[in-house]
């Protein structure tokens, strides 16, 4: 099985979100597998760090034609973890600081997506399957059903579309499929690419694309309502037959409380009560009055309102008369950084917020926190809510997409569950759930008992790969 995975991040090379994360781990996961070969495609950003750079062997370069343009693509490579990295180097649409955000974004990812379907013969090697994830490698798909009209090496390749967000669709006016992505003006007009007077990438992927996938099976079963899916819902409805959700995992090696060296102490399941250290060490690290027996409440989001950052100002206050302390790290919108700038003074020595992106300190913060707050209006997997299973950091999360799918909620009578949930996208339920969770800590065998289950869960690539894998296979029909 030959499989290429195109996307516009992936880690350790370029990473603004979840997206980059699960490009590096699960390519990386099925290449560990016998009889399977693994490539994958991104753009050459100015962003990524030279020593990478440094590794990389120039291969050839092209030239692509789309609509009336003719452009430079080089195409490098590298070697890693058993996975053919190629980078496709354009200076003019790559060379930036930012990797998103630019007036033209669409012409960009075009040119990416272009370049990538016109490289297919010009490769080596003929990949099975092309893997493409959100709009910004949503072209691929449709490039390929059109070159397939009888070229045979097309012909042989099946596409998969994995949804990571529905929300970001790649929309244009339709003026732009023709001039800007070479598409027919009857593409627009069948329905394949139309969205309200417009076009959307993602919706013609979703046509187009032999397979779509989601990143969980709630999120899959959710893309049917409109709240859920942002005007794609009757495409989504009737392409249901080919839409699976499959779970992403973590990379349990990089996110292990066990070695983790961002921690002032290590802990296990069977250890957990150490993780006061890390308390204790946060604490002073942030300003935070050090008391070991007060709960840590922590947000690690993107600080956006569909992450549930409405409900958290809306309720902010209540929060803090509640017996915690409560931690924020992210970047995001302007008002929601300055209302926890703001709350820091107000509650100084008890709130803590960081408005960057710091990835040692997000790891201290799951080693030193006791509730993981996550109350999005949308998840669809959601990767923070399964690293602060794994650390030990119970979570209290909304009951949507991959939060649903991984937090089970905590019966009272039973005992059994893994964190605290709510239904209704609202604050009062959120601020209840919060106390539930926070008088449960209050019982210490109780929440020890819940910490080390959590610990215990499996999240990692083995399954989802797997699913995958199956996948591939019944699509191609090889092994
Ligand atoms: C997007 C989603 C997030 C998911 C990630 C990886 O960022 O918003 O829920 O975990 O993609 O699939």
């Known amino acids: 099985m030959k499989v290429l995975y195109a996307t516009s991040e992936c880690a350790p090379f370029a990473k603004t979100g979840g ?37 990389m062997k120039f291969v050839k370069y092209i030239y692509i034609s789309l609509a009336w343009r003719n452009l430079y693509c080089g195409l490098f490579e590298m070697k890693k973890d058993g996975v053919v990295y190629y980078f496709i180097d354009n200076e003019y649409y790559f060379k930036r600081s930012e990797i998103y955000g630019h007036y033209d974004d669409g012409e960009r990812f075009a040119f990416f997506c272009k370049a990538v379907t016109d490289l297919l013969p010009q490769l080596d ?182 992450k549930g950052l409405d409900l958290v100002a809306a309720s902010l206050d209540s929060i803090m008369e509640m017996p915690i302390q409560f931690v924020v790290l992210g970047r995001g919108d302007w008002h929601f950084e300055q209302l926890f700038a703001n709350a820091q003074n107000n509650f100084s020595g008890r709130l803590s917020a960081n408005i960057m992106i710091n990835f040692g300190l997000a790891m201290k913060i799951f080693g030193g926190a006791d509730i993981f707050l996550m109350p999005s209006q949308a998840e669809p997997c959601g990767l923070s809510q399964m690293m602060a299973l794994r650390y030990g950091v119970v979570p209290v999360v909304r009951e949507t997409g991959g939060l649903r799918d991984t937090v089970a909620a905590y019966n009272t009578e039973t005992g059994e569950g893994a964190g605290f949930t709510f239904a209704n996208y609202n604050a009062s339920d959120m601020v209840q759930t919060l106390q539930q969770a926070i008088s449960t800590y209050n019982d210490r065998e109780t929440w020890l008992t819940i910490q080390k289950r959590i610990m215990s869960l499996s999240f990692d690539w083995t399954e989802p790969a797997a699913k995958y894998m199956a996948l591939y296979r019944q699509l191609t029909g090889k092994r």
């Not at 781990?25 to 994958?40: F, Q």
């Open 125 to 306: 090697w003929t990949p099975d399957v092309v893997h493409v994830n959100d709009w910004q490698t949503s072209l691929i798909p449709i490039y390929i059903r059109r070159a397939r009209a009888g070229d045979p090496l097309y012909d042989s390749i099946k596409t998969v579309l994995t949804i990571h967000n529905i929300e970001y669709q790649g929309r244009f006016g339709a003026e732009l499929a023709d001039e800007l992505f070479a598409l027919p003006a009857s593409l627009v007009d069948d329905g394949t690419l139309r969205y309200g007077t417009g076009i959307s990438l993602l919706k013609g992927a979703i046509e187009c694309a032999d397979w779509v996938t989601t990143v969980s099976p709630s999120y899959a079963d959710e893309l049917q309502f409109p709240f859920y899916a942002h005007g794609l819902e009757q495409v989504i409805k009737n392409n249901s037959d080919k839409l699976t959700g499959i779970l992403n995992g973590i990379d349990t090696k990089l996110y292990d409380p066990q070695t983790d060296p961002n921690l002032a102490h290590c802990y296990s399941p069977e250890t957990v009560v150490d993780k006061v250290y890390n308390k204790l060490d946060l604490q002073q690290i942030l300003g935070l009055n050090q008391d070991e027996s007060i709960p840590i409440v922590a947000m690690v989001s993107r600080l956006v309102e569909h």
């Open 19 to 55: 997206l980059a994360d699960v490009l590096a781990a699960l390519p990386k996961t099925l290449a560990a597998r016998r009889g399977v070969s693994i490539r994958l495609v991104m753009p050459l950003y100015g962003s990524i760090n030279p020593s990478w750079r440094a590794k």
